[in-house]
């Protein structure tokens, strides 16, 4: 696809991988419709895309709740008359073991609250997100393109247990939409990021970053601009489809 003069939604769009991919495609020519809960962080990352001289709407939207993500891809579709990508961002975490243990007693459980919170967010929003943008790309019949945003845990990381199930679901998903939407010409593809340079990773001790970083060959972070570069990727590539991409330094779970 050539992204010049499309309309993508990018879901998680404030700060961190999110804000990233929209520069990045902005700087390809695309215009971009940002949802995001913080209103300030949407803002900014809004001027930032409108510098590179294409438009640039934020959308304050939680992805969780069917109802806002419903009238928030309408307004999208009626605001630029098009729709034409959906990058699927937008997630949290609430980590926690399974069962914490100390002594041989259990002292501790993953919180059904937490199971939810990262369910509702990382894996119902992106069903939701994707299903309105592929009824309106349909409607519009111009294709389209729609990538989510998987994990390295995908694979299963220890205190993950609802954030690993989210991103193995969204990855299935790709695939399932892959197949299910190439007769209205919508492709569909993930992208599998290792530990990134995010807000989130910022705010940790330098030990804990160093233990994140030893088993990665590359012995380092991610840059947000890497994992955009791969989201693009899948874009301009009009024979990606249905496939998961890893940019994770090597690193394996």
Same mark, same amino acid.
């Given at each position: 696809?050539?992204? &010049? #003069?499309?309309?993508?939604v990018v879901t998680g769009a404030g700060r961190g991988i999110g804000r990233?991919? =929209?520069?990045?495609? +902005?700087?390809?020519?695309?215009?971009?419709?940002? $949802?995001?809960?913080?209103? +300030?962080?949407?803002?900014?990352?809004?001027? !930032?895309?409108?510098?590179?001289?294409?438009?640039?709407?934020?959308?304050q939207v939680n992805v969780a709740d069917e109802e806002n993500v419903t009238?928030?891809?309408?307004?999208?579709?009626?605001? $630029?008359?098009?729709?034409?990508?959906?990058?699927? #961002? %937008?997630?949290?975490? &609430?980590?926690? !073991?399974?069962?914490?243990?100390?002594?041989?007693?259990?002292?501790? &459980?993953? *919180?059904?609250?937490?199971?939810?919170?990262?369910?509702?967010?990382?894996?119902?929003?992106? $069903? !939701?997100? =994707?299903?309105?943008?592929?009824?309106?790309?349909?409607?519009?019949?111009?294709?389209?393109? @729609?990538?989510? @945003?998987?994990?390295?845990?995908? %694979?299963?990381?220890?205190?993950?247990?609802?954030?690993?199930?989210?991103? +193995?679901?969204?990855?299935?998903?790709?695939?399932?939409?892959?197949?299910? !939407?190439?007769?209205?010409?919508?492709?569909?593809? *993930?992208?599998? /990021?290792?530990?990134?340079?995010?807000? @989130?990773?910022? *705010?940790?001790?330098?030990?804990?970053?160093?233990?994140?970083?030893?088993?990665? /060959?590359?012995?380092?972070?991610?840059?947000?601009?890497?994992?955009? +570069?791969?989201?693009?990727?899948?874009?301009?590539?009009?024979?990606?489809?249905?496939?998961?991409?890893?940019?994770?330094?090597?690193? &394996?779970?």
């Open positions: 696809m050539d992204i &010049r #003069n499309k309309t993508i990233a991919t =929209a520069l990045h495609l +902005a700087g390809r020519g695309a215009d971009l419709a940002l $949802f995001d809960l913080n209103p +300030a962080d949407v803002e900014q990352t809004g001027a !930032l895309c409108k510098a590179e001289r294409v438009q640039a709407r934020g959308y009238s928030a891809m309408a307004r999208v579709s009626s605001d $630029f008359g098009r729709l034409d990508g959906l990058v699927n #961002n %937008a997630g949290i975490v &609430r980590d926690a !073991l399974l069962v914490k243990v100390k002594d041989g007693a259990v002292v501790g &459980r993953m *919180s059904i609250e937490q199971w939810n919170a990262v369910i509702g967010v990382n894996l119902s929003g992106v $069903f !939701l997100c =994707a299903r309105e943008a592929a009824a309106h790309m349909i409607e519009f019949g111009n294709g389209g393109v @729609i990538v989510n @945003i998987s994990s390295i845990s995908r %694979a299963g990381n220890a205190g993950q247990s609802n954030y690993s199930a989210a991103k +193995a679901g969204v990855e299935s998903m790709a695939v399932v939409w892959a197949k299910e !939407l190439a007769r209205y010409g919508i492709r569909a593809g *993930s992208v599998a /990021p290792g530990f990134t340079h995010t807000e @989130i990773l910022a *705010s940790m001790r330098p030990e804990v970053l160093d233990k994140l970083t030893a088993p990665v /060959p590359l012995k380092r972070l991610g840059k947000p601009e890497e994992i955009a +570069a791969a989201v693009l990727f899948i874009f301009e590539n009009d024979f990606f489809t249905g496939r998961c991409l890893e940019v994770d330094g090597g690193l &394996r779970l």
